[in-house]
């Protein structure tokens, strides 16, 4: 694939799947800012595996590739990584919510229910 083409393969897939992307991790509750992250750490994984991405791309017509026709192996890639984007933002929060910061800089994990007296107070 010349630069072009590559250039255009990967607009293709970021104008196709955005919205996507976007719906999968706002439907799981995330805010706009959550979703932005979990967008952005979609399409860094692509290209983190931009040689695969590509050989999943090309057909025997060049004038075609997957991002033309639906449910391709590329676009289930590309959803499947989102979802697993958001899947690791929620299970990293509810890892986040057990624990307690202190002022020091330290970290305690919490057993599940319960809660820090004053979390925001001086370490002692």
Do not use: C, N, Y
């Not at 694939?1 to 196709?16: E, H, K, P, T």
């Not at 590509?54 to 590329?74: G, I, Y």
């Amino acid at each position: 694939m010349s630069g072009d083409a590559v250039d255009q393969l990967w607009d293709s897939l970021v104008d196709q799947h955005m919205d996507s992307i976007w719906g999968i991790a706002t439907t799981a509750g995330l805010d706009g800012a959550e979703a932005a992250v979990i967008s952005q750490l979609t399409w860094l994984r692509m290209a983190e595996r931009w040689t695969t991405v590509r050989a999943l791309s090309r057909t025997k017509d060049p004038t075609l590739h997957p991002v033309e026709r639906s449910a391709t192996q590329v676009d289930e890639w590309i959803l499947h990584t989102a979802r697993s984007e958001v899947d690791a933002w929620l299970r990293d929060e509810r890892r986040r919510s057990r624990e307690a910061l202190f002022a020091d800089g330290g970290v305690v994990r919490m057993a599940p229910g319960f809660q820090a007296a004053d979390a925001g107070g001086p370490a002692r």
